[in-house]
């Protein structure tokens, strides 16, 4: 390809991973725990006839363990026949005894199953982990792939790869079949911890490809010992759930009890059998690295054969002799705990004073059953691309993956490669700057295609406010609600910076004046600020709009409305459209590459700075209303996001006609042009009325006018429509939510505006500002009232009961 050629290709790569904001989280930073997903652009190709005996190696592997795991939860006559230990199987905290006796309702616990592998200098291949509780990395191979095939498109198609889509088919496929035998249109949900688990990403990415709603524990509920889904109203019966969320979690009630994130009751629909768990609670006590040493005898035990793919040389030091062997070759070998923890790391003896081996050989002789020894093996090494245009080593890790297709376990052709950060750093991990490779497997020439489902019965398909969690509908009305106050503010600030000008301008919107006392009506400027010299004012209108765009902390800032509008987002990103993410993601690259967290030190190149940068931020957030508008389903999601909006832009206007119009001196006409221009009206007054600016004139098109879409009318006119669109929670509190929007429709349609405009004794708008002042309630209550009927799920007093 040429350096050129290849340069270009992976900046369109990278620049494809920021647009499908394709990421991970680090946990325990305190400041920007999201990163980029880092993938390498030069792929790991494995050889078909290399590759054909991992694939046998992984699907007896997978067999075997799902064998343990159903003895071990089962008649336990491995332990018994001592050929694992007990002090192994039963000590490990991962084993839960709540879950003994528990047969999954489709016979199978390790529904998924995922292996870490390392291939030494001379070619050989090791297992050094097991993964078989929630193995992570499937959905970050497939975008691997997708960003691969896209960007070395030329290169790809002459492999002739083996393709991931069979995999993936076949996995939902395998799903839907588990979840089916209770009824023809089952219902599966992935279950996750939230937007703060390191693989979020992967979670929503997944429950998108494969068409399952995203939940978390508080989604779920548990009935008569059948799991149901809360959505908008009423609780839906759930056939299985793909978990992401690790056993001990899963159950607050007789598994961890200071667990937020699981599903109180699980465990007793798992044990009546109502509800399938991929994978089956309980699974992941063979992550243990213990199991290791015993698995040869066990594979020739239960499947009467040899291991195929060998571990990484084990010794469990709860054996005489193992750990003798250890303790005699504590050079040879790491020690790592028999039941690792997240804070735990392994510990190299060679690399140790002697006190600290002292110390070492003491705590393993007091705990022997505590801990393990490892061989120390060589990783491999390949290339890796570099920002510097060079190819440096990087030693390699490969995660296989394999599922339960019904009948066998069925591997992808590929996995997740990753590569250590530094050439003489063994350890591989995206936490210390670690990255990742796409994994080619070539031999699919003769790989036929994945095959047409074919086509089922009748299916009553469910109701779309069904899949809609009372979380999701929150989280979709103040994405609604943030979105609209980022460009209210937007639109605030564009309005104003032409009064910082020096120069006198006839077209201008606004002057200092009264933008100052605009500003202190909305509470953005003290009152008395309007006694201060006008290079005072000028000075702290300047300094105000520069915090108001930057200001991360606080609730007004431009930027906090962004960071809270993209989190509430984050918990949407299986329901956005991928063209509708890229929009936010815009929205974000605006921000970051034109206005720099610390302001200019001359402010008035700074304004400059900030209106062109906001020229672009208010493009891009009309194009994600478009996408809104145009693309997105009329459900109850799209209605609550819709409500959302309105209700802010509806308090948005009110305040600016509290703080422009009802609050106004005499000599009214600057703050009117103000209002017209950031309500986007001018151009529709000048056509409609002719003449010069009336406050009567400007109320009835910014308060009454229902063909304005930026008017209150409309707002209200709209939130009624949808309110009457809505599924019935509650028919008496519905009444109550519609009454109230029609009560302010009525009260706004039948104000005269010459009575509104008129002045009184005081010179002040009374009427005016009462009529506000009560719209502004009625919107807070509306807002409680939503809150209280569909945002908070309502859980059934017989189920509390039951707890």
């Known amino acids: 390809m040429g350096p050129h050629q290849w340069r270009r290709a992976w900046e369109a790569g990278q620049q494809l991973i920021r647009a499908n904001g394709t990421s991970f989280n680090v946990g325990g930073e305190l400041h920007?725990?999201?990163?980029?997903?880092?993938?390498?652009?030069?792929?790991?190709?494995?050889?078909?006839?290399?590759?054909?005996?991992?694939?046998?190696?992984?699907?007896?592997?997978?067999?075997?363990?799902?064998?343990v795991l159903a003895d071990l939860y089962g008649p336990q006559r491995l332990v018994r026949e001592?050929?694992?230990?007990?002090?192994?199987?039963?000590?490990?905290?991962?084993?839960l005894r709540p879950c003994h006796g528990i047969l999954p309702r489709s016979g199978v616990f390790l529904h998924s199953y995922a292996a870490d592998m390392a291939r030494s200098p001379d070619g050989r291949w090791w297992i050094t982990s097991d993964r078989t509780q929630t193995p992570s990395g499937l959905g970050y191979s497939l975008e691997n792939r997708l960003v691969s095939a896209r960007t070395l498109s030329q290169v790809f198609s002459s492999f002739r790869l083996r393709q991931l889509a069979r995999f993936f088919d076949a996995r939902r496929d395998a799903l839907l079949n588990l979840a089916a035998s209770q009824q023809h249109n089952p219902r599966v949900v992935l279950l996750t911890p939230g937007p703060h688990s390191e693989t979020y990403f992967e979670h929503s990415f997944l429950a998108g490809h494969w068409g399952f709603p995203l939940v978390e524990g508080g989604d779920l509920a548990v009935r008569d010992n059948h799991v149901y889904l809360k959505p908008l109203t009423g609780l839906d019966p759930v056939d299985l759930i793909v978990r992401r969320l690790d056993d001990d979690f899963c159950d607050p009630l007789e598994l961890r009890g200071d667990s937020l994130l699981g599903v109180p009751g699980l465990l007793q629909a798992a044990r009546s059998g109502n509800i399938t768990i991929d994978n089956a609670l309980g699974s992941g006590a063979l992550e243990a690295p213990g199991y290791m040493a015993f698995l040869p005898g066990i594979c020739r035990e239960l499947l009467g054969e040899e291991l195929r793919q060998p571990s990484v040389a084990t010794w469990w030091c709860g054996q005489e002799e193992s750990r003798r062997y250890v303790l005699e070759h504590l050079d040879e070998v790491v020690i790592r705990p028999s039941f690792p923890r997240s804070y735990e790391n392994m510990e190299v003896p060679a690399m140790m004073s002697a006190d600290e081996r002292t110390k070492l050989v003491a705590r393993i002789q007091a705990m022997p059953e505590h801990f393990i020894a490892q061989e120390q093996v060589a990783l491999s090494t390949a290339p890796v691309y570099t920002e510097g245009d060079e190819l440096v080593s990087r030693h390699v890790v490969l995660r296989v993956f394999a599922t339960w297709d019904g009948s066998s376990y069925m591997v992808m052709p590929g996995g997740l490669t990753r590569v250590s950060s530094e050439a003489k750093s063994p350890a591989v991990s995206l936490h210390k700057g670690g990255g990742t490779k796409d994994t080619w497997v070539p031999g699919g020439e003769g790989e036929p295609l994945p095959m047409a489902r074919p086509p089922g019965g009748v299916i009553a398909a469910h109701p779309s406010w069904a899949n809609l969690p009372c979380r999701v509908a929150d989280n979709l009305f103040w994405l609604g609600r943030y979105a609209e106050r980022l460009e209210d503010r937007v639109r605030l600030v564009r309005a104003l910076l032409p009064a910082l000008s020096g120069e006198e301008d006839f077209g201008r919107t606004a002057n200092?004046?009264?933008?100052?006392?605009?500003?202190?009506?909305?509470d953005y400027l003290p009152p008395e600020i309007a006694n201060a010299s006008l290079g005072e004012q000028l000075w702290r209108v300047q300094r105000l709009l520069a915090n108001l765009v930057r200001d991360e902390s606080g609730p007004t800032g431009l930027r906090w409305s962004l960071k809270q509008m993209r989190r509430v987002a984050l918990n949407l990103k299986e329901r956005l459209s991928a063209d509708t993410w890229r929009v936010l993601q815009q929205i974000e690259r605006d921000f970051a590459r034109s206005l720099p967290g610390v302001p200019?030190?001359?402010?008035?190149?700074?304004?400059?700075?900030?209106?062109?940068?906001?020229?672009?931020?208010?493009?891009?957030?009309?194009?994600?209303?478009?996408?809104?508008?145009?693309?997105t389903t009329r459900g109850p999601g799209w209605h609550f996001l819709e409500i959302g909006r309105r209700l802010e832009r509806a308090r948005h206007m009110a305040e600016l006609l509290q703080a422009g119009v009802a609050e106004a001196p005499e000599a009214i006409e600057p703050y009117l042009r103000i209002l017209l221009y950031i309500a986007d009206s001018s151009i529709t007054y000048r056509t409609r009325y002719l003449t010069i600016l009336r406050t009567d004139l400007v109320l009835d098109l910014l308060l009454v006018d229902e063909s304005n879409p930026r008017s209150i009318g409309f707002q209200f006119a709209s939130l009624l429509d949808h309110l009457e669109r809505l599924p019935e929670h509650d028919h008496i509190s519905s009444r109550a939510e519609k009454a109230l929007v029609s009560r302010a429709i009525h009260t706004v349609r039948i104000t005269p505006m010459t009575e509104l405009a008129r002045r009184d004794q005081d010179g002040r708008l009374g009427a005016l500002t009462a009529l506000l002042e009560q719209l502004k309630a009625d919107m807070y209550e509306l807002s409680d009232a939503l809150a209280a009927h569909y945002l908070t799920p309502v859980v059934s007093p017989r189920f509390v009961s039951s707890m």
């Open 32 to 67: 920007g725990t999201e990163r980029s997903w880092p993938l390498d652009p030069i792929p790991l190709v494995i050889d078909e006839h290399e590759w054909a005996g991992i694939e046998r190696a992984i699907v007896q592997r997978a067999t075997l363990l799902n064998s």
């Open 82 to 95: 001592q050929r694992i230990p007990a002090a192994l199987a039963l000590a490990n905290p991962h084993f």
């Open 512 to 522: 200092l004046e009264s933008v100052v006392r605009l500003l202190s009506g909305l």
């Open 600 to 631: 200019q030190p001359n402010y008035v190149s700074d304004m400059g700075l900030i209106d062109r940068a906001l020229d672009r931020v208010i493009v891009t957030l009309l194009a994600f209303v478009g996408l809104v508008m145009e693309n």
